[in-house]
């Protein structure tokens, strides 16, 4: 989910277990979502990506869901490593007009227990 | 490897010293930025470029310049930093493919005292 406090919001998750990171987005004009996973002391990586004409899109391990009406976007991580401990964000491109104008989430924390 | 080099990676300096904080990519990338990370606040953009020459301001662009001489490079400039900037910063770059966004730098941490 999102956060405005100093706080990250945390999801833990046991292992094998999926997960499921929420986000919503601001600007009904956005037309391209990313999901970023960081590592500690590393930059954002792209994980996967969707565009507004689209629903849903899977990956290796991930599905990103995007509910148009709503501004509602998730990331699901099936069967849950320790590798995939880190902080999520989503990002939404605010328009056709100004792609590179990336607006990003507060971002989830992530703690995959044994 | 593809890849977008910041440097320093760690900067402490004094209010008001003006400091650069250098960004290069290798992929040809069109597009390059600058964010600031702060702990519950995500990523939030202080400058963008399209092209050589064409930058425009983010959301937090105060305190800080930017420019784009050269494709490859796009520094960021405090000229005059505030114990407020203290912050991660990241550069980040990409094409106008419309895929996959941007990609990162591994951040410079920069302490104003």
């Known amino acids: 989910g999102e956060s405005v406090g100093l706080h990250l919001p945390t999801l833990s998750v046991q292992e094998g277990d999926n997960s499921i990171i929420n986000c919503a987005y601001s600007n009904s004009a956005s037309d391209y979502f990313i999901w970023y996973k960081q590592e500690s002391g590393k930059g954002p990586q792209f994980i996967i990506d969707?565009?507004?004409?689209?629903d849903k899109r899977q990956g290796q391990r991930v599905t990103v869901l995007l509910n148009k009406t709503v501004k509602h976007l998730s990331l699901q991580i099936a069967a849950t490593q320790p590798g995939d401990s880190a902080v999520y964000f989503c990002?939404?491109?605010?328009?056709?007009?100004?792609?590179?104008?990336?607006?990003f989430g507060a971002g989830t924390q992530v703690v995959v227990t044994p | 490897e593809a890849q977008v080099t910041q440097n320093p990676r760690y900067l402490i300096t004094v209010t008001g010293k003006k400091l650069t904080v250098t960004c290069s990519q290798n992929m040809n990338h069109e597009y390059m930025s600058w964010y600031r990370q702060d702990p519950g606040l995500g990523l939030r953009q202080i400058y963008y470029s399209m092209n050589v020459e064409v930058t425009d301001k983010g959301d937090v662009p105060e305190g800080y310049k930017v420019s784009r001489k050269e494709k490859r490079n796009f520094p960021l400039i405090l000229e005059s930093p505030s114990p407020n900037q203290t912050s991660l910063y990241f550069c980040?770059?990409?094409?106008?493919?419309?895929?996959?966004?941007?990609?990162f730098g591994s951040g410079t941490r920069l302490t104003v005292v």
């Open positions: 969707i565009r507004s004409n689209m």
């Open positions: 980040a770059s990409s094409s106008p493919s419309r895929r996959e966004g941007y990609t």
């Open positions: 990002a939404e491109n605010r328009g056709l007009d100004s792609w590179g104008k990336f607006q």
